[in-house]
């Protein structure tokens, strides 16, 4: 009986040959579907969409012009505006602006190396050698940055400025005023001389 069973297969391995492929089998099996899940997840987070802050249009050599019942009182031209989807605009290469009085006549001008309108806040923002002049009293503002909000006719500035008189030079750090300059305030007056013919 020995003899016989020699070189054969048992019988009785059978089933264990057939439980160790079928645990082999669920081992591998198990493997696989690991490495299948493995490959499903995304480690990446999903890329959030890139919104577009820059302008919606750009302009060249503008002039604009502002209207109260049929009277121009403020001209503005500009190299370069861009507009915003907010509605704020930029101009990056400077403003000049005229501003008339009731009956039409010019009576101040402003003008800045770049300037910043805020649409929400109906402000203007100029910066760098700003500069406005009543043509009337022949009076000079310098400064670096000024606002102006167009609402209250009004101009103000935290910065140093210099007010330049017919016959005086007076300075100091911030100021309130109208925008054609006709009255002013230096929040902090620092000096003034008189200028001689």
């Given at each position: 009986?020995?003899?016989?069973?020699?070189?054969?297969?048992?019988?009785?391995?059978?089933?264990?040959?057939?439980?160790?492929?079928?645990?082999?089998?669920?081992?591998?099996?198990m493997v696989i579907l690991f490495a299948m899940f493995l490959a499903g997840?995304?480690?990446?987070?999903?890329?959030?969409?890139?919104?577009?802050?820059?302008?919606?249009?750009?302009?060249?050599?503008?002039?604009?012009h502002y209207s109260e019942k049929d009277i121009v009182k403020v001209m503005l031209?500009?190299?370069?505006?861009?507009?915003?989807?907010n509605g704020d605009r930029e101009f990056p290469e400077g403003i000049y602006m005229e501003f008339y009085d009731e009956f039409g006549k010019l009576n101040s001008t402003?003008?800045?190396?770049?300037?910043?309108?805020?649409?929400?806040?109906?402000?203007w923002r100029g910066r760098g050698k700003v500069e406005v002049?009543?043509?009337?009293?022949?009076?000079?503002?310098?400064?670096?940055?000024?606002?102006?909000k167009p609402d209250t006719k009004k101009i103000f500035t935290d910065k140093f400025v210099?007010?330049?008189?017919q016959n005086e030079v007076i300075y100091g750090t911030g100021l309130d005023a109208a925008q054609d300059l006709?009255?002013?305030q230096i929040k902090n007056p620092e000096g003034e001389f008189v200028v001689e013919d």
């Open positions: 009986m020995e003899g016989w069973l020699e070189g054969r297969p048992s019988f009785f391995m059978i089933p264990q040959n057939l439980f160790l492929v079928q645990t082999i089998l669920r081992q591998t099996g997840c995304n480690t990446q987070e999903t890329a959030k969409p890139v919104i577009y802050e820059g302008p919606l249009s750009e302009g060249e050599d503008i002039t604009m031209k500009a190299k370069k505006i861009f507009e915003f989807q402003l003008q800045a190396n770049s300037a910043y309108f805020f649409k929400e806040e109906n402000k002049i009543n043509t009337a009293k022949q009076e000079q503002l310098n400064t670096e940055e000024l606002f102006w210099t007010i330049k008189l006709s009255t002013y």
